[in-house]
């Protein structure tokens, strides 16, 4: 490609909106533009770089035995119902009507409408086992775009379900796809963890998410300091282990007593009230579920693990109780609501709190609280669970050695989904014995938008991108210095030739600048490899070759130009630690 025939509109300046790396140098180095909220224009070199990315993940696919298929956007809500997922799905799923007034969806994930080609096609065993995948736009209403092409409401995803004739089937299916997204992420050239996962509003029973380590992150992981046991977890999945106890219902513990804590609304402010350590206290936080109260406790030093709430308690929409629905259940302002004689049927405790232990909790009236608390006897709990969020000093739960944090980004999804969608759509086959039975499921989604944005988290320096050289937008850059010298332009003319010939993903800079744009814009968009032109190399038979990864250069010859770049090539895909 000549860059004077092309369009990659580089910006000067940083754009304001761009909190994390890979955003900022996304839009500096033109390849994304903003339309709105969420939304993004990708221009030449995004696309690029997003296509070649689809290619490995596609060619892993196939490799696997997946097939590709494409499916509409647009889907129509009657499926949504069969699953109950158009409540479930909340306020992510975009809705539309037509001018029928019938309900659509613009496609966030496609389970429904896969099953729906699936259930209606396949009628025999011998049908099976069959996955089916697409790589195409999704979009969800995210509650907070950022990050660009991060956490996009319009993005691009690989998406592939499989069906099996039983569980023995999906297990096989669901480790071939594991091992495909491994080889997919090492192709692609990326530092990256799988790790046990929650399975979200996706469903089923059993997931890793393929995170790529970057201090970015919006995800935390807890990984076991011990590389022989290997846990690892994403902190809204990580169980905490051995919290549990005995809560006998003769307890050792004194009847409660209402204490005085005037003003008192914080965990750090009825300890220093009380002199008690946030350990003592057990804190009570109010939900909406589908509009009705939930409570849930922990200890005051830990934090609710939302998503292990919602995993128990079930329902659509949950929300924190709004101040009006604290006062209502509590009859107290907010900061003082407790579980004993609290107006909420549904009360959920986490295991370190069943233990024979007097807490300190809210009163349910202003500036009080009370002692000597205890969940198995003055309160009817629904059930003790682990419901907190594991912290750094916990062991890890598989072994009990220590575990640490570290922060991903989530690039892949594999999920085992049983018969949740086949049972609630009818997604029956016949055996070999005649018999009708539910196909066996597995969904399998790629970022492949953000994988893009993630290269760049785990590349980049002061000048810019640097991609690998399997998912850049073009592998290498010749920067042509001849200006005026016309012996420098017919050279690099022929450079240009006999590389495109070559069939090497060449970007040819013939624009007239000055070196120092040219070296600038290169070095912002990341091209692995730059093939340097000017005058005096010409005179002295050189070129130069620099690695934009290391910012080492080399000279190569110009006689016999091209064995030397295909050796210098080849040395820098090794570097990065891709096979060409
Ligand atoms: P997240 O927790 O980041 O919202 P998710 O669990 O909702 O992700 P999945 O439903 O598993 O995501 O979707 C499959 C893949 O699609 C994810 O692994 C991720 O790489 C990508 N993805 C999901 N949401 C977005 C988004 N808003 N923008 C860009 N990529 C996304
Ligand atoms: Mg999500």
Redesign the pocket.
Known sequence: MRLSRYYIPTLKEDPADAEVVSHRLLMRAGMIRKLTSGIYVYLPNGLRAIEKVGQIVREEMNRAGAIEISMPMVQPADLWEETGRWGYYGKELLRMKDRHGREYCLGP?HEEVITDLVRGEVRSYKQLPINLYQIQTKF?D?VR?RFG?????E?I?K?AYSFDADEAGAEKSYTGMYEAYSNAFKRIGLVFRAVQADS?A?GGDFSH?FMVLADTG??TIAVCQDAGCGFAANLEKAKVAGSGGQCPAQTSVAAPEEVATPGAHTVDEVCAFLKVESSAIAKTLLFSVDGEPVAALVRGDRELNDVKLRNIIGGNDIEMASPEQVKEWSSAPVGFAGPVELKVKRIFADLELQRDQGWVVGANKGDAHLKNVHLGRDVQVEAFADLRVITESDPCPECGKAISFTKGI????VFKLGTKYSKAMNATFLDENGKDKFMVMGCY???V??IVASAIEQNNDEHGAVFPPSIAPFEACLISLGGKDQAVTDKAEELYAELLAEGIDILYDDRNERPGVKFADADLSGYPMQLVLGGKGLKNGIIEAKDRKTGERIELPLDGFLGAFKMWRASIWQAWGLAL
């Open positions: 994930t969800r995210e775009p092409l991060m956490r996009g409401r993005f995803m998406d979200g996706i998410e919006e995800d989530e690039v892949g999804h989604g790629i970022g938008s953000r």
